[in-house]
């Protein structure tokens, strides 16, 4: 399967880039693909504190509906604009154009707590197994 | 670590992972959820012609003497007026009104076919067992019968020349026996998607001609298989009750809306027939009704239903519409709430979605005959 090495990982099947001080939020293939097409995603407002390991949104699918976690403390600094009428990015692109959020996190070192790109394989194929 | 039963697999399972399905654990059996996308395979039937595998659906042979009307004593539905050669659509009840499954029953020359839910063939079969009389015989022959599904506005033509001509004249719920793909069987019209369609029933051991066979002469006509996931888009856009979310054994066919497959007035009764004549001789206390949200937000299983800030029933089946782009879901309210335009609310965690009550079947474009 192979999941991008640039990026942490939580069990949840979130990743998170930090970049330019601000971490970008989006949920993996392996979630996107467990969903099916994805009609709507229901995101927190720009200034909205979140919290790790809590629900931030949710991700509607045709058949399913998802809650999204916080891999890490901080907040809301963008929302993706360009998934209001276009949600299917996510299952197109969901570690490059279909990312979710972009959150000033309350500790940039908060993200090596997470899973690499290894240990997130090794999970997805326990799942999967 | 507990003890897991394996999913057992249907006769067209390896095509399943070869198209590269996502295989899930349906009614005890690995069935494809989806192959390329819900809203892809949906809008594939909708427009041209879906495959389905429904092989985990039970079939069940009765024959003897008396059969006919014995089994018409089990259903609501009027089984003393089918011909040789058709079909009809009946829920089966407890004495109670409260419904054990909704199910075909086909009229062949020699005996009498029961098509049944894949959860509910266990319970179905005990439940017809234990009031058979002597004489009526009674199969389970689910294990010897593979069904497939063609469905949408092009399965005339996928089909053309792959079955007896006649069966492309057949109406609505009428069947032919013949070959398809050199598979001898029943060839029916009927479906569960609101489009034109046959179902095709024949021995599993033709599976890999029947499936490639089709696939091959559906190709120029867009045919593609499609998963339970469409598969239930598809129904819910017709209002097509699913066993289990829709109607159960607490729901009667008259709060169900399925009023018109109970014939109280048949020659020897059907059991659940007093409970379902008291129920009719008042207004219901509560009635299955589709709705629309307004929103992106689907309705899901079990969310509740509120008006005025009360909570007035739950939602029984629930999605987002491809069709319709837009969430649709049904559940049963109080009588006096069952009227199209009644603003409902949907609870869907701490957001309420708003809701009216529109008339069913909510997509009124298929090609059904």
Redesign the interface.
């Known amino acids: 399967m192979g999941f991008p090495e640039d990026v942490r990982y939580t069990s949840e099947h979130e990743w998170a880039r930090l970049s330019g001080g601000l971490v970008t939020i989006g949920i993996t293939s392996y979630a996107s693909e467990q969903l099916g097409d994805i009609v709507y995603l229901e995101l927190p407002e720009v200034g909205k504190k979140l919290e790790a390991t809590k629900p931030f949104g949710v991700v509607e699918a045709v058949k399913t509906v998802s809650d999204l976690f916080a891999p890490v403390d901080g907040e809301v600094a963008e929302v993706n604009p360009a998934l209001a009428d276009n949600p299917a990015l996510v299952n197109q692109q969901p570690f490059e154009g279909g990312w979710l959020i972009r959150v000033r996190p309350r500790n940039a070192a908060d993200i090596e707590r997470l899973l690499t790109s290894a240990a997130y394989q090794k999970l997805v194929e326990a799942q999967h197994a | 670590m507990p003890a897991t039963t394996t999913p057992r697999k249907t006769p067209f399972y390896e095509f399943h992972r070869a198209a590269g399905a996502?295989l899930i654990d349906f009614a005890g059996f690995e069935m494809p959820?989806?192959y390329r996308?819900?809203?892809?395979e949906?809008q594939c039937v909708r427009r041209a012609a879906g495959l389905f595998d429904v092989s985990h659906m039970g079939e069940f042979e009765v024959a003897g003497a008396g059969a006919g009307a014995w089994l018409n004593r089990m259903v609501t539905n009027d089984v003393g007026a089918l011909e040789v050669g058709q079909a009809l659509y009946s829920p089966m009840c407890l004495p109670g009104g409260g419904i054990v499954d909704d199910l075909l029953v086909y009229r062949l020359p020699d005996r009498c076919m029961v098509v049944v839910n894949a959860s509910n063939i266990a319970k179905d079969f005990a439940w017809l067992d234990q009031h058979r009389p002597d004489g009526v015989r009674l199969v389970d022959r689910s294990d010897e019968t593979a069904l497939l599904a063609v469905q949408g506005p092009k399965t005339a033509d996928v089909l053309a020349g792959h079955v007896p001509p006649a069966a492309l004249d057949l109406g609505a719920y009428r069947f032919t026996i013949g070959r398809v793909f050199g598979a001898e069987g029943v060839i029916s019209r009927t479906g569960y998607t609101g489009e034109d369609g046959f179902e095709l029933y024949f021995h599993p051991r033709h599976a890999e001609e029947v499936w490639t066979g089709l696939l091959a002469a559906g190709r120029a006509h867009g045919l593609e298989p499609v998963g339970l996931?469409a598969r239930?888009?598809l129904r819910l856009e017709m209002a097509y009750m699913l066993y289990g979310n829709d109607i159960t054994d607490e729901t009667t066919p008259l709060e169900a809306g399925l009023g018109w497959t109970v014939r109280m007035e048949k020659p020897g009764g059907f059991i659940g027939r007093e409970a379902l004549e008291k129920q009719k001789a008042a207004p219901l206390a509560r009635r299955l009704v589709g709705f629309t949200i307004s929103g992106?937000?689907?309705p899901?299983h079990d969310m509740p239903i509120e008006a005025g800030g009360t909570v007035i029933g739950s939602v029984t089946s629930g999605?987002?519409s491809?069709s319709l782009e837009r969430p649709i879901g049904m559940g049963y309210v109080p009588g006096a709430m069952a009227k199209t335009g009644s603003a409902l609310g949907v609870r869907?965690?701490t957001t309420t979605l708003d809701a009216v009550v529109v008339p069913r079947p909510f997509y009124t474009h298929g090609s059904r005959r």
Do not use: K, S
Request: proline share 5%; glycine share 16%; aromatic share 0%.
């Open positions: 996502r959820v989806r996308g819900d809203v892809e949906h996931g239930d888009t992106r937000r689907a899901r999605t987002h491809p869907a965690g």
